[in-house]
């Protein structure tokens, strides 16, 4: 994950998510050590203010695009025991794992689903 520029070279996040990505074709991947630009959270636009989730929090994240724009894609964040909560990402944002095959890394404009395994 560190070639790939998700956190510090050869150093996993502190807690290890697991989670079945869905790109934009159907295909998934489970991956294990999830993280957002080598972050354990989601961020992203509320309104005119910014949110940070953490994937604690976080049972499924269900992306689509915003209009024609690839810079922006909604992500409707259904969070364990609480109500969704609706934010705006850069589409750029990019979701790192580890498969048993290597490094794995996704756009958020190129995914439609993250599903986390349960805690």
């Known amino acids: 994950m560190g070639s790939f520029g998700g956190g510090d070279r050869g150093v996993l996040p502190p807690a290890d998510f697991h989670a079945t990505l ?17 972050d354990a959270s989601l ?7 910014k949110l940070r989730v953490p994937f604690d929090s976080i049972a499924e ?3 689509e ?3 024609q724009e690839r810079d922006r894609v909604r992500a409707e964040v259904k969070l ?6 609706v ?13 048993p095959s290597g490094a794995y890394q996704i ?4 995914l439609r689903a993250v599903d986390f395994a349960p805690k």
């Open 65 to 67: 695009p915003v209009g």
């Open 22 to 38: 869905t790109d934009a074709d159907g295909v998934r991947v489970d991956v294990t050590h999830l993280t957002v630009g080598g």
């Open 43 to 49: 961020e992203g636009e509320i309104g005119r203010g």
């Open 80 to 85: 364990r025991g609480e109500q969704p909560v």
């Open 87 to 99: 934010l705006t990402l850069r589409g750029s944002a990019t979701f790192y794992g580890q498969t």
């Open 61 to 63: 994240i269900k992306l």
């Open 107 to 110: 756009r958020a404009r190129d």
